[in-house]
């Protein structure tokens, strides 16, 4: 079986730094995502990528960045972090966008806090 | 735009009741709707899907889900919880641009 890897775990930044949040797939999917979860909240999308080098904003994609270079892995950056920010960031893959297969494969999360 | 309600935030029943967590979808297209499971400290997994055909899908742990078109809904069942089903529940709804939209989350307790 496959598996989303996302690291790191856990990632403290202080207020303003920019900060990169990775996440690696081996289930050779096509569709990788970032979503953020707050807490109460259910998940909102940043970024999505259908296909390598792919980009595709989502509702919550204004001070991110993000990079898919390889199939495989889908980076994410805070491009300046906003002082007692703390929230969960998802990674998540697909074999398709849309469609019968656009069902979502999840990695355990990046936990963030600022200080 | 598509949107995903679920109007109850916290469910608590006791071990051995049945149950029925709420949503409602709104999209004005054929929706692909989904619903999704989250442990502490872990990412979601998907409990059920439905697509198309019987409206009512079976999905693992002996959860079950009814699509109504006719109510925008897609309400989770299960007729007997255990006390591992506490968790956070999340339906969502996929767009054919592949975008897939989640609701609040119900936090589900289950007493012993």
């Known amino acids: 079986g496959g598996i989303i890897t996302q690291t790191p775990k856990f990632l403290i930044g202080q207020e303003g730094q920019k900060l990169t949040l990775k996440c690696q797939q081996n289930f050779n999917h096509d569709t990788m995502y970032w979503y953020r979860q707050d807490s109460g909240k259910g998940l909102r999308l940043i970024y999505y990528s259908i296909t390598e080098n792919d980009l595709q904003k989502g509702d919550l994609s204004e001070g991110y960045d993000a990079s898919r270079e390889k199939k495989s892995s889908f980076s994410l950056t805070v491009t300046s972090a906003q002082k007692n920010e703390m929230a969960v960031f998802l990674c998540a893959s697909s074999i398709s966008p849309a469609g019968s297969n656009s069902d979502y494969t999840f990695g355990s999360g990046t936990r963030l806090l600022v200080i | 735009a598509q949107s995903v309600t679920q109007p109850d935030a916290r469910v608590t029943v006791s071990e051995g009741a049945s149950l029925q967590l709420r949503c409602k979808y709104s999209y004005s297209g054929t929706p692909y709707l989904f619903w999704y499971v989250q442990y502490p400290r872990q990412g979601l997994q998907l409990l059920l899907k439905?697509?198309?055909?019987?409206?009512v899908v079976q999905g693992v742990n002996g959860f079950e889900a009814e699509f109504i078109k006719s109510n925008s809904s897609f309400h989770l069942r299960k007729a007997s919880v255990h006390w591992s089903d506490s968790a956070v529940y999340f339906c969502?709804?996929?767009?054919?641009?592949?975008?897939?939209?989640f609701g609040d989350g119900t936090v589900l307790t289950v007493k012993p």
């Open positions: 969502a709804v996929s767009a054919n641009t592949g975008k897939l939209t």
């Open positions: 439905y697509y198309s055909g019987d409206p």
